[in-house]
């Protein structure tokens, strides 16, 4: 569908159903922004692309195609990787020091994409020169740098975005609805993992850039799986259940990609809420069977938003030839070792769930993420929870790295709690703070 106006939005977000009857600030305040619109068909944001690397590249894309929007100018410090975005904004300035671009009064907000060590000056500078900010996740390299951004933006007033697109894709918005609405019954659990087979190198035109291009893989300029994968999963488990953890525990080794690099290749966190529900997390990179997602599971039914998917516990009883053929199979297995009463029950027939968009899922949340960023950047308005979505994302993924390089359990860290009560539940912050 084209969501290019308002309107089509509006109605993109209707067809969702997350429109009207409360469950729209219940579930995602933060789609506010596209609800309660002022006209801005006519106004166009100025912004600046400071590292337009491979995912600034990727979101300059949506944003060059965006009528709102001129992307005046960049910066970046690679000379290779300002030579592809100028191929998207041929015109755009070109900085190779990001405070020049800041000191345009021209430009009014900037899209933050450069290596995790390096967001927090950009974002301190940019906020106190007046730009609204989108930063790519994970916000702070540790959580006392999450702590004084999100307290910039609150001091400075200026729009604040952060790169969890998760909360924009119409998968986990409605998936998100469902959940809160109860239709998965009560939700004791929620598994994610983000597996690949690869070493995640990028390919280095000299040995002196290892480091430089390879940012990732060095403790210096990241804490690897942790902030690169975790803070988008970690943040579906609180927004599912609407609370923050109180205790984190992990561990993490590196076991395959013994290649010099410095950043576990194998983690495994498991982060406990007051109540007794659990969120496990993890990632291994030397095997992709599982892929990656994000399991909210249920008393009723489960729920898969990555692959747009759910599936309730009971379904509906086979074709008789089929339980006919089942039937058979449990006699031929009544005596063996591993078949035991609940086997006929449990696995009587393949339980293929149901899209929950009613389709096969296309694409994720970044187009929409950047046109929010767009709307609430002219607007001037900062929609519901965004922020706050992303900084905790942030808080949980680093607390958890610290769990595993420490090697203990840990409680929520009460000096990063904020003010946040956006579901409704308090719990955000009444029951750590
Ligand atoms: N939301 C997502 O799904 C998603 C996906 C990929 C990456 N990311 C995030 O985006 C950020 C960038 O990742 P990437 O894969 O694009 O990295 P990248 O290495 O491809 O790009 C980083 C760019 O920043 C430039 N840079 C480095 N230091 C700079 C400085 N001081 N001033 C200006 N430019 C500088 C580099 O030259 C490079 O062009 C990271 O925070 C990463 O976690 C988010």
Known sequence: MDIDDIQNRRLFLRNLGVLGGGILAATSPWLSIFADVKDTSGERLKLGVIGPGSRGRFLMKFLAKNKKVDIVAIADIYQPSIDEALEIVPTAKVYKDYRRLLADKNIQAVLVATPLNTHFQIVMDAMDAGKHVYCEKTIGYDMDQCKRMYDKHLSTGVVFFTGQQRLFDP???????????????????????????????????????????????????????????????????????????????????????????????????????????????????????????????????????????????????????????????????????????SWMAETAKPNHGEYILGKKPDADGSSLLTEAFVEAAITGRQPAGIAEEGYYASILCLWGHEAISRGEALDFPKEYCIDYDVYGTSEYKTDLA
């Open 171 to 341: 998968r986990y918005i409605k998936a998100m609805q469902m959940v809160h609405d109860g239709v998965f019954g009560e939700i004791t659990k929620v598994r994610a993992w983000w597996n690949r087979n690869n070493d995640w190198r990028r390919e280095v035109p000299e040995p002196r850039l290892e480091k430089f291009i390879n940012w990732r893989l060095y403790k210096a300029s990241s804490k690897g799986l942790m902030t690169e994968l975790a803070c988008h999963q970690l943040q579906v488990g609180t927004w599912a259940l609407g609370k923050l953890p109180e205790k984190v525990m992990g561990h993490g080794s590196i076991n395959y990609w013994k290649d010099g690099r410095e950043v576990y290749d194998n983690i495994s966190t498991l982060y406990i809420f007051n109540d007794g529900r659990k969120m496990e997390w993890g990632s291994d990179i030397a095997n992709k069977f599982y892929g990656l997602e994000e399991q909210i599971l249920g008393s009723v039914g489960t729920v898969e938003p990555e692959r747009g998917k759910y599936f309730f516990e009971e379904i509906a009883p086979q074709p008789a030839f089929l339980q006919m053929i089942r039937e058979w199979q449990q006699d031929i297995f009544s005596d063996s070792m591993f078949a035991g009463t």
